[in-house]
């Protein structure tokens, strides 16, 4: 099993973008599609919706519609307004002290991850990040020093709002601060549950945790797996061992000589890093945000790619995956 990972830059929306868009619309379509177009929000609703909450992404969103081919269906799509519903794994921790680092392990299925790290500047401010449904953020960090990342939330619900990588495209197109951040999260409405956590490059994090059908809680939180508190779905909570990872980064924090470099080999060993790619949660990539440089690093098991807002070098990395393989123990 194999997965291509690719670097790309381009400081406004055109050519690079189009063809990324062409390459993926396909699958996107038809995943878009999977419930029937009555199910998902009208190109006015969705509109109107971007123009209500984040209305600085307006002319983003425009620009992207018309490169997109300016037609309804696209359009509907690109709003990420109350899209089908979708799960992924993933662990996060702050790695605390004078220059903070954020950790994370993006666990979903190979076929459905774009791969694609953008470095852009389409408001201004140079955004690095792991791109989802074609302009969303999976992860990513900013110029001014504000890193981020998502984990599901590990409830059924869903509801009217805004795909989340949408939500956090805007958070680093437009935020500074972890403070900014928060504010973002408690006032967006997202269409599932989902822990958003962010750090700046003073150290001040927070963790969100959202969902369709309750108010944002913020916290000051350094970790993140897939539930939010008590656990809502407990089959889930199970399959993904989300309690024990949970677990597993707290102690991993407290534990006497622990450092950066053996934080960032706990994310390639149970129960943080799984190989269940088959079911949809196999450990994709690790990534690693220095907020203060603005730079990425991703990680696997046999190498890592080093890229940074300052020295970006468009490229790709043909990644393998191997389900039957286990992941080494924590020791």
């Known amino acids: 099993m194999e997965m291509l990972f690719r670097s790309v830059a381009e400081d406004a929306p055109g050519p690079k973008w189009k063809a990324l868009f062409d390459d993926g619309w396909p699958a996107y379509r038809q995943w878009f599609l999977s419930e029937g177009i009555e199910e998902r929000a009208t190109y006015a609703h969705g509109r109107a919706k971007l123009k209500r909450y984040m209305p600085e992404l307006l002319p983003t969103y425009e620009r992207l519609c018309e490169l997109s081919g300016g037609l309804d269906l696209q359009a509907r799509f690109l709003a990420l307004y109350r899209p089908p519903a979708y799960l992924t794994g993933c662990s996060q921790v702050v790695w ?53 990342s998502l984990t599901f939330g590990g409830r059924k619900v869903v509801g009217d709002g805004f795909g989340i990588p949408v939500v956090l495209r805007y958070i680093l197109e437009f935020c500074s601060t972890a403070e900014e951040a928060a504010e973002v999260m408690s006032r967006v409405p997202v269409h599932m549950a989902y822990n958003v956590t962010a750090v700046d490059r003073k150290g001040r994090f927070i963790t969100a945790f959202a969902a369709p059908d309750r108010k944002t809680r913020v916290r000051e939180l350094p970790i993140a797996a897939n539930h939010q508190g008590n656990i809502d779905w407990h089959s889930y909570a199970r399959a993904t061992a989300t309690l024990e990872r949970e677990r597993f980064l707290y102690f991993r924090l407290r534990e006497q000589g622990m450092t950066l470099d053996r934080m960032l080999a706990c994310f390639h060993r149970t129960p943080l890093y799984t190989t269940a790619f088959v079911k949809g949660f196999g450990t994709l990539y690790t990534a690693a945000y220095w907020p203060q440089r603005g730079e990425a690093r991703f990680l696997w098991p046999n190498g890592s790619w080093g890229l940074s807002i300052e020295s970006f070098e468009e490229g790709q990395r043909l990644q393998s995956f191997r389900p039957e393989a286990l992941a080494s123990s924590a020791g």
């Open 96 to 148: 605390p002290g004078d220059e903070p680092v954020l950790i994370r392990n993006y666990d979903y299925s190979p076929t459905l991850c774009e791969g694609l790290v953008l470095l852009s500047r389409w408001n201004g401010k140079a955004v690095l990040a792991m791109v989802d449904c074609l302009w969303g953020v999976l992860d990513g960090v900013n110029e001014d020093g504000l890193a981020i």
